[in-house]
């Protein structure tokens, strides 16, 4: 009897205990959907990445998993990888899906140590999005408590993963009870704070933390005007409206900067045994946090570097444009088109002067300077009385119609017409120069998408010369004159204003121009800094700000405004005085040949008399 009691009680107990289990394993069920449930309605994903470790591997988490997904999957699609069974090269796709919420789920008997804690980081790292700034959530349940987590938030912000919220459940220690506390960190402050869960918990929020004064390691390179560096008693000095930009960052983000200044920049390099170096693999590799220089995106820099960049967002397009010296052109006293008007002229007179001979017309009408005159529309006879000095006349006049005001207007046009500098009016005539065409070596994507330019290079077997730096091609074309540099339009025109000889400048700007892909500063890639540093420059672009820093910029690098408009005004006494010295010289010459012509003619008529 005593036997059957023991065993009914013990059955009993085992049913009890047993049932505790279940509740106990549903209401944790139901707690954590709760919490996903009020996560997914504060931050509003676009979709959800569910991310496994499990090192007790007792099956118990398939019920939290189960309740977890089946929570998300109803708001948002879901994406879920256990990463106890992925190997460590996997990695998902780029483009699938935003994951801009991640949920961690670290099942242990125990809190992470500085190894777990950078596997659960590289985890992280490794399955997020690389251009999104994502929200981590990491449920963390444990079997004992954890005193500590700082070093998984350090390990974390070592890979820039900026929000991170952990909501530990473990079980109190000498007790059946668990407990859950939600811990947040401050990378800004390397702080750690802690607090119980409760209804009213503050979950993600799209605000931008303050900095705190947090250093901020920049690349800043020269790129004129949008930024300069120049040498001063006092050492380097940043100037350009870049520099501007980057001050206000700092002051709306309350970051310290630290500008690193290269003076010979190269962005982007591939060298001969395939090893590739520049500012954005620095970038990459974390030795800067971005390059704020405003920089087009070039193509070739996102296909072959092998390094996780990021460009922020474009607020405006530069002009490319091929600049080039101003040579003095061949100076030519009448054009070749004039000249053969002139002894088509002298043909068409000699002519007519043959006709009035061989049909005996009086010579004192139908002489040559009488005949140059009827065809210019200068001189008639009086009216003819016989038909066939009617008939030529009527020619003559139907001639001059059309000949006299051609006539006039290839003189006038041509002598009025500025020839003093060389003209490149189109890409062939500067392919066929004797001008070196040098580009900046990341540039050529620009080249390959203008059809027409790649066709003409390709036919006239012309080689461009690439650099490493713009600065190298203008320093041949201001010395040299002897080179043709494809860069911004803005930068060539600063140029020339400050480098002006004799009252001129020494370079000028072509037409032939391409838009460069927009333009951006470069960042790691997720960045946590480049959603607020986009919404700043986004700001100071729409409001016209950043704009007028730019023209005010100019304004004060460029020379004093009296002396560009003197410059401007020689250029148009220049440009008309040649022509006008040709123009009176022609005519007086004309007007000379004619006079002593009819003195000729006087002469010889009252001979023959």
């Not at 206000?248 to 090893?275: C, E, H, R, V, W």
């Not at 930068?491 to 370079?507: D, H, K």
């Not at 420059?537 to 304004?555: C, N, Q, T, V």
Request: overall charge positive.
């Amino acid at each position: 009897m005593w036997r059957c009691l023991f065993w009914i009680i013990t059955l009993s107990c085992l049913i009890e205990s047993q049932s505790r289990l279940l509740l106990s394993n549903q209401l944790r069920e139901d707690f954590f959907a709760d919490i996903l449930s009020k996560v997914l309605q504060t931050s509003r994903p676009k979709d959800v990445l569910l991310i496994l470790r499990d090192s007790l591997l007792d099956g118990q988490m398939n019920d939290i998993l189960g309740k977890i997904a089946a929570t998300t999957t109803q708001r948002v699609p879901t994406l879920y990888v256990n990463a106890d069974r992925m190997e460590p090269e996997f990695r998902v796709s780029s483009w699938a899906m935003s994951r801009d919420l991640v949920v961690y789920i670290y099942v242990s008997g125990r809190g992470p140590d500085i190894v777990e804690g950078e596997l659960v980081a590289e985890d992280t790292k490794r399955f997020i999005h690389n251009r999104s700034r994502s929200k981590v959530l990491v449920l963390m349940i444990l079997r004992r408590p954890c005193h500590d987590l700082t070093k998984l938030f350090r390990a974390m912000w070592s890979k820039k993963i900026l929000d991170v919220i952990v909501v530990e459940y473990s079980k109190l220690e000498y007790s059946d009870k668990w407990s859950t506390i939600i811990h947040r960190y401050n990378p800004f402050k390397d702080s750690h704070t802690e607090e119980p869960y409760s209804a009213d918990v503050a979950w993600f929020t799209e605000d931008f933390p303050n900095m705190q004064g947090y250093p901020l390691i920049y690349a800043f390179t020269r790129r004129p005007p949008n930024s300069d560096i120049v040498s001063t008693s006092n050492g380097q000095e940043l100037k350009g409206v870049d520099k501007i930009l980057n001050e206000i960052l700092a002051d709306k983000m309350n970051f310290t900067g630290i500008p690193k200044i290269i003076t010979q920049p190269i962005y982007f390099q591939i060298m001969p045994n395939g090893s590739q170096h520049g500012i954005v693999i620095d970038i990459s590799s974390g030795k800067y946090d971005a390059l704020l220089t405003f920089l087009p995106m070039w193509g070739n820099i996102y296909n072959n570097a092998q390094c996780d960049i990021q460009f922020s967002n474009p607020i405006h397009i530069e002009n490319w444009c091929f600049a080039v010296p101003k040579l003095l052109a061949k100076q030519n006293f009448i054009s070749d088109t004039a000249i053969r008007v002139l002894l088509m002229s002298i043909l068409i007179v000699g002519i007519f002067w043959l006709c009035s001979r061989f049909m005996k017309f009086n010579p004192n009408r139908w002489h040559s300077l009488r005949i140059v005159g009827m065809m210019l529309a200068t001189s008639f006879p009086s009216a003819p009385t016989k038909l066939h000095e009617r008939i030529i006349f009527f020619s003559i006049v139907v001639i001059s119609t059309y000949y006299s005001s051609m006539f006039f207007a290839e003189l006038t046009s041509t002598n009025f017409k500025s020839n003093r500098y060389i003209q490149f009016n189109n890409l062939l005539d500067l392919i066929n120069s004797d001008l070196t065409l040098m580009i900046q070596e990341n540039v050529p994507d620009v080249i390959k998408i203008n059809n027409v330019f790649e066709n003409y290079i390709r036919k006239s077997g012309k080689k461009i010369l690439k650099v490493s730096s713009t600065d190298i091609c203008l320093k041949d074309l201001l010395m040299y004159q002897n080179v043709s540099c494809f860069m911004d339009e803005n930068w060539a025109e600063l140029i020339a204003i400050n480098n002006i000889r004799n009252g001129e400048t020494v370079i000028t700007m072509t037409k032939l121009c391409c838009l460069s892909p927009p333009v951006g500063t470069i960042f790691l890639g997720g960045s946590p800094y480049i959603k607020r540093v986009n919404d700043l420059f986004l700001m100071l672009a729409s409001g016209g700000i950043r704009d007028k820093w730019h023209r005010e910029y100019l304004r004060n690098e460029t020379r004093k405004s009296f002396q560009l408009k003197q410059d401007h005004v020689n250029f148009k006494y220049i440009s008309v005085f040649y022509p006008a010295i040709y123009v009176l010289i022609t005519g007086y010459s004309v007007s000379a040949f004619i006079f002593i012509g009819e003195l000729i003619w006087k002469r010889f008529y009252v001979n023959l008399i």
